[in-house]
């Protein structure tokens, strides 16, 4: 995933850079390598923290605000903070500069692993990639209801067994049966 994200990452700072009056095209690849770090650290952080299901959501193409989200706000965030660190750029243009990197790529990124004519990316080794290989069947390991979405209905499933948990199946069931319920 990251040479694909790399690639994604290069052509958009590359348009970004060659449109920003305030940056010097000779940062280009030094801009593409922050961009980079800044997408996966937070993809990966967001996924260590808890919100596997929603970085799983913007993956699939579920979120249609792609700039809006959560993850991607402080994608933004992150690489606006070191682009004004480490290259002196205003906050303006670094905030400009990075708002035109991060969401491209992301649309991007979200297109090309739910394209099914490219199987250079797919979901499941995304994830796989982020999470060191702990987690490389996440589609079908989320999504029990098989609706493409991993949402409050699959987390009822792996709970109860279905939307209702007094059916005795999942992890409750399991438990219930521990305790002799």
Not at 7 to 27: C, F, I, Q, R
Not at 159 to 169: A, M, P, V
Request: hydrophobic share 35%; glycine share 14%.
């Amino acid at each position: 995933m990251l040479e694909e994200l790399m690639n994604l990452v290069k052509e958009a700072t590359g348009n970004a850079v060659n449109n920003a009056p305030d940056v010097s095209n000779e940062h280009s690849d030094a801009i593409a390598q922050e961009a980079t770090h800044s997408i996966m650290d937070e993809l990966k952080g967001a996924i260590s923290g808890g919100g596997l299901s929603n970085v799983v959501n913007m993956l699939r193409g579920n979120e249609t605000d792609v700039a809006g989200n959560p993850t991607t706000q402080n994608m933004l965030g992150n690489l606006t903070s070191k682009l004004t660190e480490k290259f002196g750029l205003s906050q303006d243009a670094a905030q400009s500069l990075g708002s035109s990197i991060i969401p491209s790529v992301m649309s991007k990124l979200t297109g090309k692993i739910n394209d099914p004519n490219d199987n250079s990316l797919n979901l499941d080794s995304a994830i796989g990639s982020l999470t060191g290989g702990k987690l490389s069947n996440i589609t079908s390991m989320l999504d029990k209801n098989g609706d493409g979405k991993v949402d409050l209905s699959d987390a009822m499933s792996l709970l109860g067994g279905s939307n209702n948990t007094s059916e005795g199946g999942g992890i409750m069931g399991k438990l219930k049966g521990l305790f002799g319920g």
